[in-house]
């Protein structure tokens, strides 16, 4: 705004000074520009800096350098350059491994699930088929307003036998069921990341929809398609993109999966410490106190996340591409 | 001009924040932690300070008596949680921002690490000879890694059978005294009916399956050959692992945690018919369940080899010099009469029963003088304790990171409890989970998997 009316002043000098002067002004506010443009975007290159590039590089110097003794390590310490050591040694722990088969199922069931019921309850909520339908997103949207801990807290609590009153109900109609035992673990953790962000990611769905042009959809029902078919075949298609979104913010979450896990350790043996990749990173360096193999591991889990990311975008780049040649 | 330019300076301003935020933060540390580290050097003129981190139940009434009794030297103590509930990563992350206590509480299983991460002093040359003839040398073994001594201990503790002896004579069971015997018993307990069973195995117990193994002849971790040899799955650690796998398969034994709720119910509800645990553990249990009272008595452990008993420990601490210590003579000071006075086990017993069998075998007339023995119906369980301590086994050694080498452990010991694996895959695991971490360590390793 300034920049205009600084253009119109020049444009008001005399003619010979006007050339002249209407470069400086140029220059002048393109520099203005630079500078609004560099003090707007410095916090968040700071912040990138500060919370995202150093650790990243702490992280990666820590996994290439160890505090070694010769022998049976009971001699003085010294820190080392020890290569990729760290790195060989994470790839070839089965307990690793096994976290990431876990995180790996987890998100098989998770994803699908939660891009899934997210979107139907979008649908439904737009269809205008539910009553009251602030208070349902309400209702949905706040377990995402609770904080993962106390969330997990408040789950252990209902799955924990002997406190919890839905085992205790449960029991009095003589069905016996374990959450937390061998193979009810996953589904139950998968039940609490559910329950905290379905909410959130219907909302992001139900406003893609609320973008979605009313006559495309008058259309729709003209052509004859009826409720569900305009659901599935229009709106859908419509918010495809948000649905990439969903998915690939979910999935980046998965792949960190910790917080749930950690508490519910504290219920079940068949939650281990090295259960998903982070909590492996979390014992490497605070049980085992092994920081360069907490290091390797992190890289090794930021690179994978990274790969898988970029995987997906490429993969739905491609496939919309194709999309759109065929029509 | 004067507007943008203020706005300029409030965004600059407010860039700066965190950042100085931070740094605020970072010296405000600093000077905490700089503090603290005088505070243990200052005191009155004359007298030594040091600080005392335990999670050991009476070190309060020990550090009272010790501090009320000597002028030169005064303890600060912090009784801190146990071991695995926080304990020993407080510890580790003390002396990672070099602040740890003068003295530490270490377990055995715990101590080779500590000694590797260097949080244990050497303290070989400041431990006396007095001292050093007082102790078991089989106590002493366990804290000496390449002739270097790291730890003290207090106590060691041989594995005991602990049973039921009003059931035992309502049955007319005998007490056995090889491990042939104890399956035996195990079906016939079985057949009594009423849920009893004979034992737990217990799905959180890498300390008693050490036992077990050790006092088969089973060597986890080897140092001789100056690297550190693992093998979790060797013979008599497959004959131990074979034995259990056959008590759970037949149903012979409960399979849960035994510091869950159902196995306080199995102990309380008299189902389970024998403890398999250290010494330690016949104090601990007048405390925890005081209306049993006469119906327990303490027996030796199983054998394998009626001719040839052994044995191995199950629990038992020792107290580190750590290597912030600035005053290491006035804690080895400290611990010496922690670990060798009669007036320190004294005021130990004071806080409540306990039945700790202590390295220095001098004080165990103290302890079995303190001991009510009317739990036990009058058994003189010292003079058991005494004959047992000397059929431990010399040479076993514990593993360089053994918490974590036991949650692996007993990870695949619950799923065996649930029906998947066994809990001889469940050594493997262990092993398997661990050698990673020992050569990202950069130990020397060596490993056998028969």
Redesign the interface.
């Known amino acids: 705004m300034t920049a205009t009316a600084h253009v119109r002043t020049a444009q008001a000098a005399p003619p010979q000074a006007a050339d002249v002067s209407r470069r400086k002004a140029q220059r002048s506010a393109q520099r203005r520009r630079n500078?609004a443009a560099g003090?707007?975007m410095?916090?968040f290159f700071?912040?990138l800096l500060?919370v995202f590039l150093i650790p990243v590089g702490t992280a990666v110097w820590l996994s290439f350098f160890?505090?070694?003794?010769?022998?049976?390590?009971?001699g003085?310490?010294r820190t080392?350059f020890?290569g990729l050591?760290?790195y060989?040694?994470?790839v070839?722990?089965?307990?690793?491994l096994s976290g990431l088969g876990t995180v790996g199922l987890y998100c098989v069931i998770y994803i699908p699930l939660m891009v899934i019921g997210s979107l139907a309850l979008a649908l439904l909520l737009d269809s205008g088929v539910v009553r009251l339908r602030s208070w349902a997103q309400l209702g949905l949207f706040l377990p995402h307003a609770v904080p993962g801990i106390i969330a997990a807290l408040i789950w252990l609590y209902l799955y924990t036998p002997?406190i919890s009153p839905v085992i205790e109900a449960l029991g009095k109609a003589d069905i016996t069921v374990d959450f937390l035992?061998?193979h009810t673990t996953l589904p139950s953790i998968v039940n609490i990341a559910l329950w905290s962000n379905l909410g959130y990611n219907m909302v992001v769905f139900y406003a893609a929809l609320q973008a979605v042009p009313r006559e495309v959809l008058e259309a729709s029902v003209v052509d004859g398609a009826g409720p569900v078919r305009t659901a599935l075949q229009v709106k859908a298609p419509l918010v495809r993109s948000s649905i990439v979104m969903v998915a690939m913010f979910t999935l980046i979450w998965a792949l960190q999966l910790f917080t749930e896990p950690m508490l519910l350790h504290q219920s079940s043996?068949?939650i281990?410490?090295?259960f998903s990749p982070s909590m492996y990173i979390y014992?490497?360096a605070?049980?085992?106190?092994?920081y360069?193999?907490a290091a390797?591991a992190s890289v090794i889990l930021l690179i994978i996340t990274i790969a898988i990311s970029y995987g997906v975008t490429r993969w739905t780049n491609r496939v919309e591409k194709a999309e759109e040649h065929a029509r | 001009m004067p507007g943008r330019q203020s706005r300029?300076s409030v965004?600059?301003a407010?860039?700066a924040l965190?950042?100085t935020g931070?740094l605020g933060a970072c010296s405000g540390n600093d000077s905490a932690s700089a503090r603290s580290g005088s505070s243990s050097k200052s005191g009155t003129k004359g007298t030594t300070t040091i600080t005392f981190w335990s999670a050991l139940r009476g070190s309060q009434q020990v550090v009272d008596a010790f501090n009320k009794t000597h002028d030169h030297i005064q303890v600060d103590f912090e009784q801190i949680p146990s071991g695995t509930q926080g304990g020993y990563?407080k510890l580790?992350?003390a002396a990672r921002a070099g602040n740890a206590p003068d003295v530490a509480t270490i377990e055995y299983p715990q101590l080779p690490?500590f000694?590797?991460?260097?949080v244990a002093r050497?303290i070989t040359s400041v431990i006396s000879d007095e001292l050093r003839a007082k102790l078991l040398p089989q106590s002493l073994g366990q804290t000496t890694?390449?002739k270097?001594t790291?730890s003290v201990p207090l106590d060691l503790e041989p594995m005991v059978l602990h049973y039921r002896k009003d059931l035992f004579d309502k049955f007319g069971f005998d007490v056995p005294t090889t491990w042939d015997e104890y399956a035996e018993l195990a079906r016939r307990v079985r057949r009594t009916g009423g849920g009893r069973r004979i034992a737990t195995f217990p799905?959180?117990g890498m300390s008693q399956m050490a036992a077990w193994c050790w006092q088969a002849g089973a060597q986890w971790f080897d140092?001789s050959k100056?690297?550190?040899n693992v093998s979790m799955a060797d013979a008599p650690t497959r004959k131990v692992a074979a034995y259990w796998q056959r008590l759970i398969d037949e149903g012979l034994v409960y399979c849960n945690?035994s510091t869950s709720?159902l196995y306080d119910a199995q102990i309380g509800n008299g189902l389970v018919l024998t403890r398999l645990s250290g010494a330690w553990d016949a104090g601990a249990q007048m405390n925890a369940r005081p209306e049993q009272k006469g119906k327990w008595r303490i027996a030796p452990l199983p054998q394998w080899t009626p001719g040839r008993p052994a044995l191995g420990t199950h629990g038992g601490s020792t107290f580190a010099v750590t290597k912030d210590s600035k005053h290491p003579e006035a804690a080895m000071e400290f611990i010496e009469w922690q670990v060798a006075h009669p007036d320190a086990l004294r005021a130990r017993l004071s806080s409540g029963a306990s039945s700790q069998y202590p390295a220095a075998t001098g004080l165990i007339p103290v302890g079995r003088a303190a001991f009510d023995r009317s739990y036990y119906g009058g058994q003189d369980i010292y003079r058991l304790f005494e004959e047992e301590a000397h059929k431990i086994r010399d040479g076993w050694v514990w593993g360089?990171?053994m918490?974590?080498t036991g949650?692996?452990m007993?990870?695949a010991?619950?799923?065996a409890g649930?029906?998947?694996g066994t809990i001889l895959s469940a050594m493997r695991?262990a092993q398997?989970?661990t050698?990673?971490?020992l050569?990202?360590?950069?130990?020397?390793t060596t490993q056998h998997s028969t």
């Open positions: 500078g003090v707007l410095a916090p700071l912040l500060l160890s505090d070694d003794q010769p022998g049976l390590g009971f003085p310490e080392v020890v050591r760290s060989a040694a994470v070839t722990d089965p307990t690793f002997g035992g061998l043996q068949m281990n410490t090295r014992d490497a605070f049980s085992r106190n092994n360069s193999l390797a | 300029r965004l600059a407010i860039t965190p950042l931070a990563l580790s992350n690490g000694a590797i991460d260097g050497d890694f390449e270097r790291y799905t959180d140092i100056g690297a550190w945690s709720r360089p990171r918490t974590a949650y692996v007993q990870d010991f619950a799923r649930a029906g998947s695991a398997d989970g050698m990673p971490d050569k990202a360590l950069g130990l020397t």
